[in-house]
């Protein structure tokens, strides 16, 4: 069935640095791939998305490419901030399926 | 502004004590979703409407039951809560039209559920 793998926390970075949260997929056909964040004590907010391969979904810094051929869709951000503290889900929805597969989640500190 | 409320957003009660929590979307979205999340895991799909048609995980428990009386309101009855179904709950909602589940899900705040 269909599946999510990322990266394990938690991550900790210091305010600047360059964040790189890996995620892989499995799936059939063509999902569309989403990164959705969790702040603390609130419920998930879709960060950013891509429905279909070489898409770039990109919000408030962050950054994703989804890549069929390595079947990843990592997060990237240049700079990070401490507001950037969270954990990070990534997830997908299979094109035949109305429910979304979560991965794990990755919890990020950020120090000042 | 449009949005996915819950209540409450913290909920005790005791084992065995049943329970509901409640969700109300101003989005007009005709999918609702209920998720159940543990501390540092996953959401878990326990149930999801489209319209007044109601779908079930194959893997969720009896113990929850649902109900949705319009399109605006949604509610997750636990018959019997047990220490193991503390977590968080969270509802969502996203549009179905023409055949096509639209790729947004949008969440509450969710509740967090103590059972003492």
């Known amino acids: 069935g269909d599946s999510v793998t990322q990266m394990e926390g938690p991550v900790t970075l210091s305010e600047e640095a360059f964040l790189t949260i890996n995620c892989t997929y499995t799936?059939?056909?063509?999902?569309?791939l989403f990164w959705y964040v969790q702040y603390p004590g609130e419920g998930l907010q879709l960060l950013l998305k891509a429905t279909k391969a070489d898409d770039k979904g990109s919000n408030k810094g962050f950054e994703a490419t989804y890549r069929k051929e390595t079947t990843s869709f990592h997060l990237e951000k240049g700079s990070v901030q401490v507001s950037d503290s969270a954990v990070y889900f990534c997830?997908?929805?299979?094109?035949?399926?109305?429910?979304?597969?979560f991965g794990s989640g990755t919890r990020l500190s950020i120090r000042p | 502004d449009a949005m996915v409320i819950q209540n409450p957003r913290y909920q005790v009660t005791q084992f065995g004590k049943p329970v509901t929590l409640s969700c109300s979307q101003t989005?007009?979205?005709?999918?609702m979703y209920w998720y159940q999340q543990k501390s540092s895991q996953a959401p878990k799909l326990l149930f999801h409407?489209?319209?007044?048609?109601?779908?079930n995980e194959a893997d969720t428990p009896d113990n929850f039951q649902s109900r949705r009386p319009n399109t605006s309101f949604c509610f997750l009855d636990i018959r019997s809560p047990g220490l193991g179904d503390a977590a968080m709950y969270l509802c969502?909602?996203?549009?179905?039209?023409?055949?096509?589940?639209?790729?947004?899900?949008?969440f509450g705040p969710g509740t967090r559920l103590t059972v003492l």
């Open positions: 969502a909602t996203s549009t179905w039209n023409q055949g096509r589940m639209a790729d947004t899900q949008y």
């Open positions: 989005l007009n979205h005709n999918v």
């Open positions: 409407y489209y319209d007044k048609d109601f779908n």
């Open positions: 799936a059939t056909g063509y999902p569309s």
């Open positions: 997830a997908l929805r299979s094109s035949s399926a109305s429910k979304i597969i």
